[in-house]
C-alpha cells in the first residue's frame, strides 16, 4: 500500500490480516473478516486459558533453571518496548557484578538450528544475524560482559549456557506466556500509545490474553509515556492498576534518543545533527509511527518513510527502495535493530552509495517508580547469592 503526498512518500509493507487487524483496510471484505475473527477470538481465549491452568495444576511439567529467572514480556503482539527494558535491567545487574544471561527464542532467524545458538559470552559474540535474529544480535552488541542465547526452547538454551559459562540470573525475553520455564520475577510491558490492542484477543485483535494476566506480573512498566497526554496517562494507570496485584509495583518510563550510530564506519553524531537534516526512514519494527515521531521531534523532515512488518525485509528489498528514492534526502535512518540486517551484515556497499546511514540508538528511562526498580535490582541480587 503506498501513500503519496508532497515531498512525503510513505510505503507501508504489512501482512493483509495486520492491515486489516490495525483498522488500515476498512473495505466490505475487511469489516466482514474482522466480525469473523471476533468468533475466533472467543476459541483463542479458551484455549489460552486452558493452556494456563494445565500449567498451574501441574498437567504440563513446568521446569525451573539453576539460576534466577526473570521474565519481561507483554500481553499484546508488537512492540512494546520490551528491547530498551532488557537492556536496562542487563546493564544494572552488570553493574551490580552479577553475570546475567538472556534468553530469547531467536524470532524469524534465517538459520535455525535445534540446538541452543550462543550469540556471545561476555567476551565476545559468536555467531552470525542469520544463526541469531536480528533483536539476539542487538542485544549482543549493546551487552558486553553478558550473555546472549537463542532457541525455541529456552529451559535447554539456559542450561547450555550454564554449562559453559558461569552465569548468576537469567533474562527471559519476550516469555511471559512461555510458562513451561518457571521464573521468580515477572515484568510485564504495556505500551501507552496502544496498551490493549484494540480490545480484542487474536485475531480479532492484538491482544495475546486479557488485560486481567496482568495479575501474574511482579512489576508493571508502561513504555512510551512521553507520547500521551497527563489526562490519557492519568486513566492508564487507573485501567492496568485495575488489572494488577496491589503488591505488584507500577512503572512509567519513556525512551530518549541517545545519538545517531553510523552505519558506514565513521563517527557517531550528536542528536543535533539530525535538525533540518531531509530523511529517509525505514524500519521493520512493532511500532513504526513511535520511532518516525522521535525522529520529526528531533528535527528531522522524514521525506519518504517504509514500514514493514516486524522482523521482515530483505537487505535487497530495502536497497532498492533506497536507491528509488535517495534523489529526495540526505541520509538513511533506522533502528538499531533493523541495522543489524540492513546495515551491518552488508557492511557500506549494502546501501547506495553516497547517502549517510545511521541508526537512532534509544536508551529506556524511568519517570516515575525508580525506586521500585532499584529494589527489583536487590531482589535479583539477593536471589543469584543464596542460589
Known amino acids: 500500500m503506498t501513500v503519496g503526498q508532497k515531498n512525503d512518500r510513505r510505503k507501508v509493507i504489512l501482512p493483509w490480516w495486520e492491515q486489516i487487524l490495525r483498522g488500515h483496510r476498512n473495505d466490505l471484505l475487511a469489516q466482514s ?23 498451574q495444576h501441574g498437567w504440563l511439567a513446568v521446569k525451573r533453571l539453576p539460576q534466577p529467572t526473570i521474565c519481561i514480556g507483554n ?37 535455525i538450528k535445534r540446538a541452543p545458538v550462543l550469540v556471545r559470552d561476555a567476551d565476545d559474540i559468536r555467531a552470525t544475524i542469520a544463526e ?18 537463542v532457541g525455541a526452547d529456552r529451559y535447554a ?9 558461569p552465569v548468576d540470573c537469567f533474562i527471559l525475553d519476550d516469555g511471559f506466556q512461555h510458562h513451561r520455564l518457571e521464573r521468580d520475577i515477572n515484568i510485564v510491558t504495556v505500551d501507552v500509545t496502544d496498551p490493549w490492542g484494540g480490545g480484542h484477543l487474536l485475531p480479532a485483535g492484538l491482544l495475546r490474553e486479557p488485560p486481567d494476566a496482568l495479575r501474574r506480573a511482579d512489576a508493571v512498566v508502561l513504555t512510551r509515556t512521553g507520547s500521551v497526554g497527563p489526562d490519557r496517562l492519568s486513566v492508564l494507570r487507573a ?26 564506519q565513521s563517527k557517531n553524531l550528536p542528536l543535533s545533527e539530525l535538525k533540518g537534516k531531509r530523511v529517509l ?11 518516525e515521531n522521535t525522529l520529526t521531534q528531533l528535527g528531522a523532515h522524514l521525506v519518504a518513510t517504509m514500514r514493514l512488518a516486524d522482523h521482515s525485509g530483505r537487505v535487497e528489498q530495502v536497497r532498492q527502495w533506497i536507491a528509488q528514492n535517495r534523489r529526495h534526502a540526505e541520509w538513511v535512518l533506522m533502528t538499531e535493530k533493523d541495522a543489524m540486517r540492513w546495515g551491518l551484515e552488508e557492511g557500506p556497499s549494502g546501501l547506495p552509495a553516497g547517502r549517510q546511514a545511521y541508526a537512532l540508538r534509544m536508551e529506556l528511562v524511568f519517570s516515575d517508580g525508580e525506586d521500585h526498580w532499584r529494589k527489583l535490582i536487590a531482589l535479583i541480587k539477593r536471589l543469584a547469592h543464596a542460589r
Open 281 to 291: 526512514v525505514v524500519s521493520a519494527i512493532g511500532n513504526p509511527k513511535s520511532f
Open 239 to 264: 485501567e492496568v492498576s485495575m488489572n494488577m496485584r496491589p503488591s505488584s509495583g507500577l512503572l512509567e518510563s519513556r525512551h530518549e534518543p541517545r545519538q545517531l550510530i553510523s552505519l558506514q
Open 132 to 149: 541469531s535474529g536480528d533483536e539476539a544480535m542487538e542485544l549482543a552488541e549493546r551487552l558486553p560482559g553478558a550473555c546472549v542465547g
Open 33 to 55: 473478516i474482522r466480525r469473523f475473527a471476533r468468533l475466533g477470538s472467543w476459541g483463542y481465549g479458551a484455549g489460552v486459558k486452558g493452556r494456563e491452568l494445565a500449567y
Open 75 to 111: 500481553i499484546t503482539v508488537g512492540g512494546t518496548g520490551k528491547t530498551p527494558l532488557v537492556i536496562r535491567l542487563a546493564k544494572d545487574l552488570l553493574a551490580q557484578g552479577l553475570r546475567p544471561a538472556v534468553l530469547l527464542r531467536g524470532y524469524k532467524r534465517e538459520k
Open 157 to 165: 538454551v539456559g542450561n547450555y549456557i550454564l554449562k559453559h559459562h
